[in-house]
């Protein structure tokens, strides 16, 4: 059975096409990103600019069709914080599942976690025993903590690299000032979020599984051999602190030509560098492992495990 999953997201309008079997692993044939940056279409009033509809209309018209030429037998539609915060929500909503033709999911922050730690959870496996998730999207930060499919606690603060590289850094570069004003908001947010997490057990794994967080750990991280041959990328916190005043010297235009950082990521980079050193401090944390698989694969996992359950004979 060939499925879809449309993540409408801060930054990106991301189409991923899987083939399922009840009980069995996803596996991806086709995978189509089309680059909005919604927080730049952000009226004064926190509702999204005609403009900014307009454009998210055609990405997701265009995903619509990418999923009819590939068979796909059902989409899943979901839309994560940039929609669903945005002043004229309900509206794009509307106009959007007009253009889709279908009903859209929208996700809480807590729903997003769960569903993200789900996929890491089955990535990494039951042995891998008590994890640690941070997630970092264009609007929000999400983490996770727990040693079973669904977390036992989870969070999502607005700290996503999108919306702070808005709210604070909006010079090209930003310079010291701006990244310590940012450095300072991301400890009061999360100060309570680590006051929550503090009770929960010593992590075994901790796990960053965001696309901001693969693009820093191709910059300051260090793949190391994985279980069954997979190479695993750890990203260290000491270097993450010690780039971040580097990132935040060089423009934009510069920092696309460093590893790792993609021209989609090259504005938000130095917000998402920040927040994830901050969150990693806040919950003490020295050093993450990453995790390919994400929201996307969370919202197959969990629809293919309805049909398992619901398949003849079960």
Do not use: C
């Not at 997701?60 to 004229?88: F, H």
């Not at 919306?163 to 999360?190: C, K, N, S, W, Y």
């Not at 698989?293 to 969370?298: D, F, S, Y």
């Amino acid at each position: 059975m060939r499925l879809g999953v449309l993540d409408i997201g801060s930054n990106t309008v991301h189409l991923l096409v899987a083939d399922v079997i009840p009980g069995g692993r996803p596996l991806a044939k086709t995978s189509q990103r089309t680059v909005l940056r919604l927080m730049r279409y952000l009226e004064p009033d926190g509702s999204i600019s005609e403009e900014g509809v307009r454009a998210l209309e055609a990405a997701v018209v265009e995903a619509r069709e990418v999923a009819a030429r590939e068979n796909v037998v059902e989409l899943l539609a979901t839309a994560t914080s940039a929609v669903r915060e945005a002043k004229n929500g309900k509206n794009v909503i509307e106009r959007i599942e007009t253009a889709l033709g279908q009903e859209l999911q929208v996700l809480g922050g807590e729903t997003e976690a769960r569903f993200t730690f789900l996929a890491v959870r089955r990535w990494f496996g039951w042995a891998a025993g008590q994890i640690l998730l941070f997630d970092i999207g264009g609007g929000s930060l999400e983490l996770a903590s727990g040693a079973d499919e669904l977390p036992e606690a989870a969070a999502s603060v607005p700290l996503g690299a999108g919306r702070m590289t808005i709210q604070f850094l909006p010079e090209d570069p930003p310079g010291e000032a701006a990244v310590d004003a940012l450095r300072a908001h991301a400890r009061e947010v999360l100060r309570p979020v680590a006051t929550a997490f503090s009770g929960m057990p010593k992590p075994d794994h901790v796990v960053g599984s965001s696309k901001a967080i693969r693009s820093l750990a191709k910059l300051v991280g260090y793949p190391v051999p994985g279980w069954s041959g997979i190479e695993r990328m750890l990203l260290p916190r000491a270097a993450l602190s010690s780039w971040i005043p580097r990132l935040a010297r060089i423009p934009a235009s510069a920092r696309q030509e460093l590893p790792g950082i993609t021209p989609d990521r090259t504005f938000q980079i130095v917000a998402g560098a920040v927040v994830l050193h901050e969150a990693m401090r806040a919950l003490d944390v020295d050093e993450l492992e990453v995790s390919p698989w994400a929201l996307r694969e969370g919202v197959l996992l969990r629809y293919i495990e309805s049909l398992s359950w619901s398949a003849p004979g079960a």
